[in-house]
């Protein structure tokens, strides 16, 4: 097994890692709505190779034919939902706690990169969530960046893990990868990556820190 004196880079997804999580945001918006819970994660996942959400972050639809073809794939699931309701749910926070961790990961001399399923934006569209200007500096710290929407394939496809790999000059082995989706995380750890499934933030960094050894978070004062 790799150990963290063999780890050379720290690759990081974007929304649910450094941004919360926007099944949060799916979830009170089903509550709002009276739809089944998880109904949106539903809709994204059937067909996920060839649905309107793989197209449009792609760059295959336009957000107005994503708007239609959402639409038509949620009724037939049961609900329509117009897929300019769920472009307006992608917006998270900044996790202050991850940032700091990548930052320590980067003063530690770790090569760093960020791959990201994303959309791009359109006249009339708020800028998406990378293109934040509460974001911008973030993305800024990254030696990579991987967007689906500019190299038109995605995650869990090899491929996007492999250019990242590239970009950093970098072997699979020699990488650890967070995400907060299983599924993306199997291609990455079937290419030899060390792989951690984000679901508290907290509990991702110290798994972080246990692989390379080094401590990632501020000491907390004593009382």
């Known amino acids: 097994m790799t150990s963290g004196d063999d780890i050379k880079a720290v690759l990081w997804d974007f929304g649910g890692v450094i941004l919360s999580s926007p099944f949060e945001a799916f979830n009170r918006f089903e509550a709002e709505r009276g739809l089944p819970a998880d109904f949106v994660r539903t809709v994204n996942t059937h067909d996920p190779d060839a649905n309107a959400w793989a197209r449009l972050e792609r760059s295959e639809l336009?957000?107005?034919?994503?708007?239609e073809a959402f639409a038509?794939?949620?009724?037939?699931l049961g609900h329509e939902v117009r897929g300019a309701d769920i472009l307006a749910l992608?917006?998270?926070?900044?996790?202050?706690?991850?940032?700091?961790?990548?930052?320590?990961?980067?003063?530690?001399?770790?090569?760093?990169?960020c791959l990201t399923n994303n959309v791009t934006k359109s006249d009339g569209i708020d800028p998406t969530a990378n293109e934040r200007a509460d974001v911008a500096p973030i993305m800024a710290r990254f030696d990579a960046v991987v967007e689906s929407s500019k190299v038109g394939y995605r995650k869990p496809e090899p491929q996007f893990y492999r250019t990242a790999c590239e970009l950093l000059d970098v072997h699979p082995e020699a990488c650890v990868y967070l995400d907060d989706l299983g599924i993306n995380l199997k291609p990455a750890r079937a290419m030899g990556m060390r792989t951690i499934k984000v679901g508290a933030p907290e509990v991702a960094i110290a798994?972080?820190?246990?692989?390379?050894?080094?401590?990632l978070r501020s000491p907390q004062r004593l009382p």
């Open 72 to 76: 038509l794939e949620s009724q037939r």
């Open 62 to 67: 336009t957000h107005a034919e994503f708007d």
């Open 207 to 215: 798994e972080l820190e246990s692989i390379l050894g080094i401590p």
């Open 90 to 113: 992608l917006a998270g926070e900044v996790r202050p706690e991850m940032v700091a961790a990548l930052d320590a990961v980067k003063a530690a001399g770790y090569k760093t990169a």
